[in-house]
């Protein structure tokens, strides 16, 4: 069936190290895929998008790329920050239940 | 510019007692829906519903209700409360959901006791 699997947390950096955080989907056909990020105590916020395949979603210097060859779409950041401390979930929309499917979350610690 | 509201934001109910989670949204999006959050599950959708007079279930629907009669609403109600709902519940919309995902209100933590 359709699901997202996630790399399991908390993941422990310090500040200025890089981070990657795997994602990989089980779907049919191409769906759009996102990165959305939990601050402690809020709602999820959108932090990224792919629409097709080879897409490179951005923001906040993050980053992930479509890969359809490989289901997969890996959240990247080149130096993390302490403020970057947060759940981060990916998930893809999944046209055969008009909804968002999610990963599990991951936590990221980031300390100083 | 509001976005996604939700109240109230905390509850606690006894075992048996009902209540309606309030959702409103001010982008004129047609899809909204909800979510629960669990621990170790990531989110799982309730119910959803594409446009007005329009609802459908989810991966998890027992024990609750939906009702879409304006663009802007979308309440959830909780028929008769059970520990296993306890749980943080978001609401979402989008304009449409494909390529735009979902924006989330900010949540409404429910304990049921």
């Known amino acids: 069936g359709n699901s997202v699997t996630q790399m399991e947390g908390p993941v422990t950096l310090s500040e200025e190290a890089f981070l990657t955080i795997n994602c990989t989907y089980t779907a049919t056909g191409y769906p759009s895929l996102f990165w959305y990020v939990q601050y402690p105590g809020e709602g999820l916020q959108l932090l990224l998008k792919?629409?097709?395949?080879?897409d490179k979603g951005s923001n906040k210097g993050f980053e992930a790329t479509y890969r359809k060859e490989t289901t997969s779409f890996h959240l990247e950041k080149g130096s993390v920050q302490v403020s970057d401390s947060a759940v981060y979930f990916c998930?893809?929309?999944?046209?055969?239940?008009?909804?968002?499917?999610f990963g599990g979350g991951t936590r990221l610690m980031v300390k100083p | 510019n509001a976005g996604v509201t939700q109240t109230p934001k905390f509850q606690v109910l006894k075992t048996g007692q009902s209540m309606t989670l309030q959702c409103a949204q001010d982008m004129n999006h047609e899809y909204m829906s909800w979510y629960r959050q669990d621990p170790g599950m990531g989110l799982r959708l309730i119910h959803y519903s594409v446009g007005a007079g329009i609802t459908d279930q989810g991966e998890v629907p027992n024990g609750y209700n939906v009702s879409r009669s304006t663009t802007e609403d979308f309440p959830l109600r909780l028929l008769s409360a059970a520990p296993s709902q306890t749980s943080v519940y978001f609401c979402?919309?989008?304009?449409?959901?494909?390529?735009?995902?979902?924006?989330f209100g900010s949540g409404t933590r429910l304990t049921v006791v």
């Open positions: 979402a919309s989008s304009k449409s959901g494909t390529r735009n995902g979902y924006t």
């Open positions: 998930a893809f929309w999944n046209n055969a239940g008009n909804m968002l499917t």
């Open positions: 792919a629409t097709k395949a080879d």
